[in-house]
């Protein structure tokens, strides 16, 4: 999270450590769909490998099909890579599992991120409004909201979104996003930088 967050305190020393203890979750919890799960999600988010986090999560999946977690851990990764469709599909289905679950927040970033990869952004913008409403300081649900607001033209709204943004991450920029975040393995990262410099980010 607070890697996520952009927080200053987070270092790679810290993201190895991460990533240490997610293979020793994963080698020691192959019959825990929760274990797999959480595990799966940092060895693609702390170390970059994607494919390798999904199928971790595809085996949570296997053995808990109704697991809210691991659909939308799954959502992500599969957004990381472009597969806008199918985590769509994890997304829509963990929340059918789980409306009142207290990381919809989270759940509701990834679906606008996915939504702004298929050009809907409309329905990325009311997927992130409801992101922002439940977690008014999570940083990449304002990232999306604010980028799905420029793309449909709420210039205003989009800033006063940017402004809350910048409030929680001072040094957030586009370029530092383009080269950092896991959105950049997608081939469909253009349409959120593009909203983000609409939205007054440099």
């Given amino acids: 999270m607070r890697a996520a967050q952009g927080w200053s305190r987070f270092d790679k020393s810290e993201g190895d450590k991460g990533l240490a203890l997610a293979t020793r979750a994963l080698a020691a919890g192959q019959d825990d769909s929760e274990a797999l799960s959480l595990a799966g999600y940092a060895i693609g988010f702390l170390g970059c490998q994607l ?34 469709d199918v985590a769509i599909a994890d997304y829509m289905r963990a929340k059918r599992l789980s409306p009142r679950d207290p990381g919809l927040y989270r759940l509701n970033t990834g679906l606008a991120c996915a939504l702004m990869q298929k050009g809907e952004y409309e329905a990325a913008v009311e997927a992130g409004r409801e992101s922002v409403n439940d977690n008014p300081k999570y940083v990449p649900g304002l990232r999306a909201f604010a980028a799905a607001l420029a793309q449909c033209g709420h210039l205003g709204e989009a800033r006063h979104v940017v402004e809350s943004l910048l409030r929680i991450d001072r040094n957030f920029t586009v370029s530092s996003h383009a080269s950092t975040s896991l959105m950049r393995f997608s081939g469909k990262f253009a349409p959120m930088l593009d909203g983000l410099r609409r939205a007054g980010l440099q």
């Fill in 51 to 84: 494919h390798d986090g999904i199928k971790a999560i595809d085996r949570a999946i296997a053995i808990n099909p109704n697991s809210a977690l691991a659909l939308t851990n799954a959502g992500w990764l599969k957004t990381y890579l472009g597969m806008s």
